[in-house]
């Protein structure tokens, strides 16, 4: 359940992005267009996810290896199927998903390593655990 909750988090941060992205240059919101958009990188985090093998120990909630190597495979594989389809890659925008996505693939991660960190406090001192 960890590893389709992780997949699902990933997913919703490309799909942010992208969305994001689509808005922020009046592009229409269409299906098909946030689709364009949105398979190279989401096939990138599928790559991610498969080349580092994210479901094994210590999982994919860890912030490193997990959400370090998917974020860098993600934007990376992104980018060269962005070229590879004729989308463009200007600086800038290869500058604006590393950071967006590193923040966003990454910032789940921590944030579910506080909470379970907090839980796993709590738990400790609670009588009859």
Do not use: K, Y
């Not at 789940?108 to 001192?125: E, G, I, P, T």
């Amino acid at each position: 359940m960890r590893n389709v909750m992780a997949a699902f988090l990933d997913v919703c941060c490309v799909l942010l992005f992208v969305a994001i992205g689509r808005s922020s240059h009046e592009e229409a919101g269409g299906l098909a267009g946030m689709a364009t958009t949105a398979w190279p990188f989401l096939a990138g985090l599928a790559a991610g996810w498969a080349l580092l093998r994210v479901w094994r120990r210590p999982g994919p909630f860890a912030l490193f290896p997990a959400g370090i190597g998917v974020w860098a495979v993600t934007v990376a594989v992104g980018m060269v199927l962005r070229v590879a389809s004729g989308q463009g890659t200007a600086f800038s925008f290869i500058v604006v998903a590393l950071t967006f996505l590193g923040l966003a693939l990454l910032g789940w991660r921590l944030v579910a390593r506080v909470l379970n960190s907090m839980r796993s406090s709590r738990d400790a001192f609670l009588p009859g655990r």
